[in-house]
């Protein structure tokens, strides 16, 4: 698991410079709207979205879905006035969630979280979104194969409300709204891994639970630094800050705010959880570990008095040659003697240790 997937350009190289190796396609929709109209357009070309610019009575919309070659990006900034310093953050994914004003115009960067399944299991992944906003447009880049804004485009067809009536700063704030809100599911999800996790740990201390808690903590730590940040960039547009989002609509991204509190304080819940259940399982295979030894050195015990027995008479010296040498050799018993003393042995040591609680 890469814990960290962010992109560098090399050291040295000018500020705002856009290249890579992209090989992925992109695609472009275009919304404009107003209260009485709407023009929808999916797969548009930067030449097809320019006009709207010109409309200063609509709100223009234009995603970019997926990663965009360095030329399509480079269009889409010269077409709509986009900071290049923007733009690479835009292509370096990976940044830390932070909205920054160009004056004139914000440049929003967001995380969304999501679970893949895989052949080792469920895995998390951090997508970048980055969104722009300017007096009456907004330009929103997501990666991944799959739109995650169609319900916001979903109400924009929908009945004439309170959304077409507003401005793109609205827009602004149904965008972040529902990157944010992203992160209950993936925050549901790794408690659900937990809870299983922990009837593995409760029921059998074996390796496998111990490497799903490690995978769990790599991903509470991959979600830790998606959603700290994002707490400190809805915080940012919930002030008054920027003449770009008026007071009405920052009462709504307040209540974004709170949602990014909310799962700050969810996740890390959930970080404390994954590591006490770590640390039971540690001590549960501690606790085996020290029993096997227990027993172990019992029987190790129990049979060293055996043994040395065994040794001395084991040297079979002839007593012939003097009364001294081992004289039980001779004895008609000498053999159930041994034994006697064996078993004698082996007894009062259990009695010993059964008594100190061996």
């Not at 194969?145 to 827009?171: K, N, T, W």
């Not at 590591?275 to 049979?303: G, K, P, Y």
Request: charge should be negative; proline fraction near 5%; hydrophobic fraction near 45%.
């Amino acid at each position: 698991m890469a814990y960290f997937d962010k992109r560098y350009h090399p050291p040295g190289t000018a500020p705002g410079t856009l290249a890579g190796d992209d090989s992925g396609a992109a695609t472009v929709h275009l919304m404009d709207y107003s209260p009485d109209r709407l023009a929808e357009r999916a797969d548009a070309t930067v030449a097809e979205c320019t006009p709207a610019l010109h409309q200063d009575q609509t709100v223009t919309w234009v995603h970019v879905q997926g990663r965009p070659h360095p030329e399509l990006l480079q269009e889409i900034g010269n077409a709509f006035g986009l900071h290049h310093l923007a733009m690479e953050d835009v292509l370096n994914r990976g940044q830390r969630a932070k909205v920054e004003d160009y004056g004139g115009q914000l440049f929003v960067v967001l995380a969304s979280p999501c679970w893949h399944d895989s052949g080792e299991g469920v895995r998390l992944a951090i997508e970048q979104v980055s969104l722009f906003l300017g007096d009456h447009y907004v330009v929103s880049f997501a990666e991944g194969a799959e739109d995650p804004f169609e319900p916001v485009r979903q109400r924009l067809r929908g009945v004439v409300g309170r959304f077409r009536r507003a401005g793109a700063d609205y827009l602004l704030y149904a965008l972040v709204d529902l990157v944010v809100d992203q992160g209950f599911p993936a925050l549901e999800r790794l408690g659900d891994e937990l809870e299983a996790v922990e009837d593995v740990v409760l029921d059998e201390a074996d390796g496998r639970a111990s490497a799903r808690l490690h995978r769990l903590r790599a991903a509470a730590l991959q979600l830790r630094r998606a959603l700290w940040p994002q707490r400190e960039a809805t915080a940012y547009l919930s002030r008054d800050e920027t003449a770009l989002v008026h007071e009405t609509t920052r009462l709504h991204l307040r209540d974004c705010h709170d949602h990014a509190v909310q799962m700050i304080e969810m996740l890390e819940a959930y970080r404390e959880m994954a590591t006490h259940l770590l640390d039971v399982q540690l001590t549960r295979l501690n606790h085996r570990l020290s029993e096997s030894m227990r027993m172990l050195t019992i029987v190790a015990t129990l049979f060293i008095p055996p043994t040395f027995i065994v040794g001395v008479y084991g040297m079979n010296f002839d007593p012939d040659a003097s009364r001294w040498n081992m004289p039980e050799l001779a004895w008609p018993f000498g053999y159930l003697f041994a034994w006697g003393v064996i078993l004698m042995t082996i007894g009062l040591l259990f009695w010993w240790m059964r008594r100190r609680g061996l």
